[in-house]
């Protein structure tokens, strides 16, 4: 989810019996001008089509310049598209990185999920794109000399192809001229990564980062090593390649550990935060990263949200591992905003002046088939957090979105079947 200039929400939305194979998607905007947390109306197709491949993981908007990446597999990419004239005008495509990750024995277990995007320090004119490239596997380092192509189409560019480093950041310089849609070669920004799956700038401009943590072998569901929150700071992007260490150096999530393989690495970063379980209440799977909105007061100035994908396939009570986190870098808390066990797997999340959105990939738990008749494509939904100031505190209340979220289509009847199935609290309700 992004937002458009007018404050509504542009969403990304992919179709499909299983969302793996996911082969088209759509950017689509949802209005509310009621603020009563329910879109006025169904959502309003901006773009998609074969303009855009599936499963997209990931849209930003700088200005007037609207970025989606695409994890379909074998299509994964980077689409770029200008806005119109007005927030409701549809968008235009403008050009395409492609990807080209290994195939065969060389296959990718994690390819390229996440963008982070900002008006370029050195030209506001031009538009800095952030992107990961996961690691080839579960528990070790990708090989030197495997490396992922990475090619352009339909702009004016400035490099042919590249051949990216994996388990790494990236960044890309990107411009709209009169005199065309430009593209700068690739900088290496951060490495030691095992699948950097939410990025985020903070306001002092660091760029923090999320890592997946090992799995354990034989058991995916069970963590080996902790989830990370990671940061490079704002002089450092572009100047030094910051290394986090997979997979000689980690955080057990057994017991907090940390652990560093033969011969150790020196130029490990530790993490901010590793997570690991609350009075055994687990989080696993991070997936996006957002800073707190200002109006949720200053409690949460210092901090950001993260959302847990945790255990694939559950939902409800039976996903004991899927909260949204507030995290504190400043002093290394965390706690659990929204706990587990309500929610299916809450991949996204947007924050605004004065509302978190967290879009449940699939209430029902599933991605890669039909729950009691309802696929992938239609168990979405969107949650609106906003902060309500009472004499004494601040409340917070849930509204559930009417339209859709990821993988949505017939919003009204899932937006009720998913409070049913999920324990959730009708809108609007209070969270603590």
């Not at 994690?110 to 596997?137: C, K, M, Q, W």
């Not at 494509?377 to 949650?383: L, N, R, T």
Request: glycine content about 10%.
């Amino acid at each position: 989810m992004t937002t458009l200039a007018d404050g509504s929400l542009l969403v990304a939305e992919s179709a499909g019996s299983m969302l793996w194979t996911s082969t088209t998607s759509r950017l689509v905007r949802l209005v509310d001008t009621n603020a009563d947390g329910v879109a006025d109306g169904p959502p309003q197709v901006l773009a998609g089509g074969s303009d855009l491949p599936g499963m997209v993981t990931s849209v930003r908007r700088v200005g007037g310049l609207v970025v989606a990446l695409s994890s379909q597999t074998a299509r994964e990419s980077i689409t770029f598209w200008r806005t119109g004239a007005s927030p409701s005008s549809p968008l235009t495509a403008v050009g395409r990185l492609a990807f080209s990750f290994p195939t065969g024995t060389a296959e990718f277990g994690h390819t390229t999920y996440a963008l982070a995007a900002r008006p370029a320090i050195s030209d506001p004119t031009s538009v800095e794109v952030y992107f990961n490239v996961g690691a080839r596997g579960n528990s070790e380092s990708t090989p030197m000399g495997v490396t992922v192509g990475l090619a352009a189409s339909g702009t004016s560019i400035q490099f042919q192809h590249s051949q990216l480093a994996a388990d790494s950041v990236h960044r890309i310089v990107v411009g709209d001229a009169e005199e065309g849609f430009t593209v700068s070669t690739p900088v290496q920004i951060a490495r030691g990564l095992r699948n950097a799956a939410g990025m985020a700038f903070d306001a002092a401009g660091n760029l923090c980062l999320q890592d997946n943590g090992i799995d354990t072998p034989g058991n995916p569901n069970v963590s080996f090593s902790a989830d990370e929150f990671n940061r490079i700071p704002a002089a450092s992007l572009g100047q030094t390649v910051y290394d986090f260490g997979f997979a000689e150096t980690y955080i057990r999530y057994s017991d907090g550990v940390l652990v560093e393989n033969s011969p150790p690495n020196a130029d490990a970063v530790a993490p901010l935060i590793a997570f690991r379980p609350i009075d055994g209440r687990k989080s696993e799977g991070a997936v996006e990263i957002a800073f707190a909105p200002a109006s949720f007061g200053e409690d949460f100035s210092t901090g950001c949200f993260v959302a847990f994908h945790g255990i694939g396939g559950l939902s409800g009570t039976a996903n004991t591992e899927n909260p949204v986190v507030f995290a504190d870098p400043s002093n290394g808390s965390y706690f659990h905003f929204v706990d587990n066990q309500l929610l299916g797997h809450p991949n996204g999340l947007l924050a605004t002046a004065d509302s978190l959105f967290v879009s449940d990939l699939s209430w029902t738990g599933s991605v890669d088939g039909a729950v009691d008749g309802v696929p992938p494509d239609m168990a979405g939904v969107i949650y609106q957090i906003t902060a309500v100031p009472e004499p004494s505190s601040i409340v917070f209340v849930v509204s559930g979105m009417l339209a859709v979220a990821v993988f949505l289509r017939n919003s009204v009847a899932i937006r009720r079947d998913h409070t049913a199935r999920c324990g959730c609290p009708a809108a609007p309700a209070r969270l603590g």
